[in-house]
């Protein structure tokens, strides 16, 4: 199986693989960064490509989801060391885990306080792979952590119409422009839209207010202005 590939199989069992490369982590499965790796010849490496591709697959099913770090794990194998889950967990991530409502938890527990403010505060959503991560400089580097979400950790604090634009402001403390045909409700009264950076958003109570009050009799459009926006039911 070409490299490529068996990291999307890797991904698609929720494996994710990173390379640490001038001070940040690196996911191959994303071009732009997949560029930069090559140019790095980590991914040229014989060791690293054996773990890759003939040893970690045989402990998928063992080995718990998140993030791995294939280069020192190679590094110990080389050593001498021979590949056990417990080796293989010494290079681990566990994702950030959010839950129906929006809670944060790492490894069993919720997040809170300074914590969680950092995090929030360095929130970003990867488009090409369709993940949310946390990204902070620590310890002379760029930490990296995706998240596994039950529901998007994004959301929107507030709504401006600006020159005929919506803009969002968000938990991560940056202002967007959403998609104004995508708002859509579920069963749980909860409103969401796409916006232009930050992927899906949940709507907090005052800007979910602020829609509903503009919401026409039927219940199906938005009503600003002249101009109408379509609301969805889902599930």
Same mark, same amino acid.
């Given at each position: 199986m070409k490299l490529e590939k068996r990291?999307?199989?890797? !991904? @698609?069992?929720? $494996?994710?693989?990173?390379?640490?490369?001038e001070e940040r982590f690196l996911n191959p499965l994303i071009p732009d960064e997949m560029s930069q790796l090559k140019t790095s010849g980590l991914l040229e490496d014989e060791d690293t490509l054996k773990v890759l591709e003939e040893i970690f697959p045989e402990f998928t099913t063992q080995l718990p989801t998140g993030m791995y770090f294939p280069v020192?794990?190679?590094?110990?194998?080389?050593?001498g060391n021979n590949f056990t889950i417990e080796l293989a967990i010494g290079f681990h991530y566990d994702f950030i885990k959010i839950d129906q409502k929006q809670k944060w938890r790492l490894r069993d527990k919720?997040?809170?306080?300074?914590?969680?403010?950092? !995090? @929030?505060?360095? $929130?970003?959503?990867?488009?090409?792979?369709?993940l949310y991560y946390v990204e902070y400089w620590s310890n002379n580097r760029w930490d990296k952590c995706y998240l596994d979400c039950e529901i998007t950790p994004m959301r929107a604090l507030s709504i401006e119409i600006a020159q005929?634009?919506?803009?969002?402001?968000?938990?991560n403390q940056k202002t967007d422009s959403l998609d104004p045909h995508s708002f859509r409700i579920d069963k749980k009264e909860r409103c969401f839209v796409i916006s232009q950076n930050y992927g899906e958003v949940m709507l907090a109570d005052t800007p979910r207010f602020m829609l509903l009050n503009n919401l026409n009799e039927s219940g199906s459009y938005f009503v600003f202005g002249k101009k109408h926006f379509p609301l969805a039911y889902h599930e």
């Open positions: 990291l999307r199989w890797f !991904f @698609e069992r929720k $494996l994710i693989m990173l390379f640490l490369w020192p794990i190679s590094k110990a194998v080389k050593q919720f997040i809170s306080g300074k914590v969680l403010a950092l !995090f @929030e505060s360095n $929130l970003f959503f990867e488009k090409d792979s369709k005929e634009e919506f803009l969002i402001q968000l938990n």
